[in-house]
């Protein structure tokens, strides 16, 4: 306790409504979604039984949305990558959740294992690979929902350049 302080708090501080702000429905803020991201990655239970693997072409499914976001789980089989892209005008959360993922960007490469996360702005461009030869698995969240991922014939560092040039 501070006893250089007049303020003292008598009573439960929690009955005070106007000082508790309603609990959200939905995430609104990026550390929200972080932890949307986090919460589910937990909850092994809602997404494991759905993960598929496709050697011809990376497996997707969109596993939640909700006012202005959406949540997408990735499997990737060894070799497999996204090809260097940017989400247009989404930020997002790229939370790896079994295997180990590469993420090439202008500043080198990156490697994220289980529980790591990435939070990403819109335009930022990268190229995520499944350098290994185990499966992997990440989870997405994008806000706004993905419109665009466009695809970029340049490497990270010139995407980088380009992107920050003003149009």
């Given at each position: 306790?501070?006893?250089?302080?007049?303020?003292?708090?008598?009573?439960?501080?929690?009955?005070v409504q106007h000082?508790?702000?309603?609990?959200?429905?939905h995430p609104a803020t990026v550390a929200e979604f972080v932890g949307l991201a986090?919460?589910?990655?937990?909850d092994r239970a809602s997404w494991e039984h759905l993960v598929q693997y496709d050697a011809t072409t990376r497996w997707y499914?969109?596993?939640?949305?909700?006012?202005g976001y959406e949540v997408w789980l990735l499997s990737w089989v060894p070799g497999q990558?996204?090809?260097?892209?940017?989400?247009?005008?989404?930020?997002?959360?790229?939370?790896?959740l079994e295997g180990e993922l590469t993420e090439h960007t202008a500043r080198g490469?990156?490697?994220?294992?289980?529980?790591?996360?990435?939070?990403?702005?819109?335009?930022?461009?990268?190229?995520?690979?499944?350098?290994?030869?185990?499966?992997?698995v990440s989870l997405h969240v994008y806000f706004p929902g993905l419109t665009e991922m466009p695809m970029h014939t340049?490497?990270?560092?010139?995407?980088?350049?380009?992107?920050?040039?003003?149009?």
């Open positions: 306790m501070n006893q250089d302080s007049d303020l003292q708090i008598a009573g439960d501080i929690l009955a000082l508790l702000q309603p609990a959200r429905e986090r919460s589910i990655a937990e499914h969109r596993l939640r949305t909700g006012p990558g996204s090809g260097l892209h940017d989400h247009g005008a989404s930020s997002g959360v790229l939370t790896v490469p990156l490697a994220h294992r289980p529980g790591s996360q990435r939070v990403f702005t819109p335009g930022y461009a990268h190229e995520v690979v499944n350098d290994t030869l185990e499966g992997a340049c490497s990270p560092a010139e995407a980088a350049s380009v992107a920050s040039v003003p149009a």
